[in-house]
């Protein structure tokens, strides 16, 4: 069963404009979820996190906001970059250093 | 900077052969990972270890094994492989202890063709 997911496979946004990526989760034990950034031939990159005990985290262009409510959780990057185009992965752990991933949403940013 | 390297980009093997891969940090972590990343499926932990010589199932487990020997290596091993085994395969590692640090550190993958 998918506790992670990204329901967008893909997203197009202007460049200057605000991309917003989603992810939901299944599995109210999460207390902590991650953001990575991956281009074509090399591994995902860490970009931000955030602890379950906060609602928003900024670095940057990039903002994470959780919605524990409603086990949802999104990133922001603001504002978009064509270096910014590249498959985005959230993940989300409860504590046990093993990491959930969802599917990857595919993000281009067009000039 | 965490350094995660992969000892090859690129592999071609036949149906049958073992293949290995082999993963090495160097920032002395304690927890290693092997992924496979599928298009639309994400990244699936295949096994994980949380110390030399300690191995533990991931998500898919079936048709691999791995090898920790050392802190800073950690091998994937399949055993006979199949086309279906076709993917890119990643390597992590993180920090681990009670601390938290929760990031993983990936290599720059190896994509395994099998024909």
């Known amino acids: 069963d998918q506790q992670v997911k990204q329901n967008s496979p893909s997203l197009s946004v202007q460049e200057g404009r605000i991309s917003i990526l989603n992810c939901d989760y299944t599995?109210?034990?999460?207390?902590?979820f991650l953001w990575y950034k991956k281009y074509p031939a090399e591994g995902p990159t860490f970009l931000i996190s955030i602890s379950s005990i906060k609602d928003k985290n900024e670095d940057g262009r990039f903002t994470v906001f959780l919605n524990k409510s409603a086990k949802h959780l999104s990133l922001h990057i603001v504002p978009s970059q064509p270096g910014d185009s590249a498959v985005y992965f959230c993940a989300a752990t409860k504590g046990a250093q093993k990491l959930v991933f969802g599917q990857g949403t595919r993000l281009t940013i067009n000039p | 900077d965490v350094k995660v390297t992969q000892s090859s980009r690129y592999l071609v093997k036949r149906t049958g052969e073992k293949v290995f891969l082999e993963c090495v940090q160097d920032m002395d972590h304690e927890n290693m990972f092997w992924y496979r990343q599928d298009p639309g499926l994400g990244l699936r932990l295949i096994y994980f270890s949380y110390d030399v010589k300690m191995k533990e199932k991931g998500d898919i487990p079936e048709g691999y094994s791995v090898s920790r020997e050392k802190k800073e290596r950690f091998s994937l091993i399949l055993e006979s492989a199949s086309t279906n085994q076709t993917s890119m395969y990643l390597c992590a590692s993180s920090l681990g202890g009670s601390g938290g640090a929760y990031e993983q550190y990936f290599g720059p993958g190896t994509r395994l063709t099998v024909t």
């Open positions: 599995n109210s034990m999460f207390d902590y």
